[in-house]
């Protein structure tokens, strides 16, 4: 008799969300994506200080900054959420100001 383990199958699908994002985060880092022009990336690096700083520069949220993630990762789990990361709607940020955060995350230095 197999018992249904609901933990089991919340962690494998998890697995398989992360195994994913991962995928579509390395085809995204072997295409060329053009630089932002400046004005996005200060869009995407006013926006990330007055919202996402809160708890990813507070020991709340993971270190964003500086790990050279692609773009993509960082659209796809603000969008759908993961773990303690709660989903944005676009009625919360529009896709135009996502893509700067993600474009300045993806190209941002390490906090010193």
Not at 35 to 49: I, L, M, Q, T
């Amino acid at each position: 008799m197999t018992i249904f383990a609901p933990a089991a199958a919340l962690r494998a699908a998890g697995t398989a969300v992360l195994l994913a994002l991962g995928l579509a985060a390395a085809a995204q880092a072997a295409a060329p994506s053009p630089a932002a022009p400046p004005a996005a990336d200060d869009k995407g690096r006013r926006f990330y200080e007055k919202v996402c700083a809160r708890c990813h520069e507070a020991g709340i949220g993971p270190v964003l900054r500086g790990r050279g993630l692609p773009p993509a990762l960082f659209t796809t789990i603000a969008r759908t959420g993961l773990n303690g990361m709660p989903a944005f709607r676009v009625s919360d940020v529009d896709d135009e100001t996502l893509q700067a955060v993600a474009d300045y995350l993806a190209t941002s230095k390490a906090k010193e």
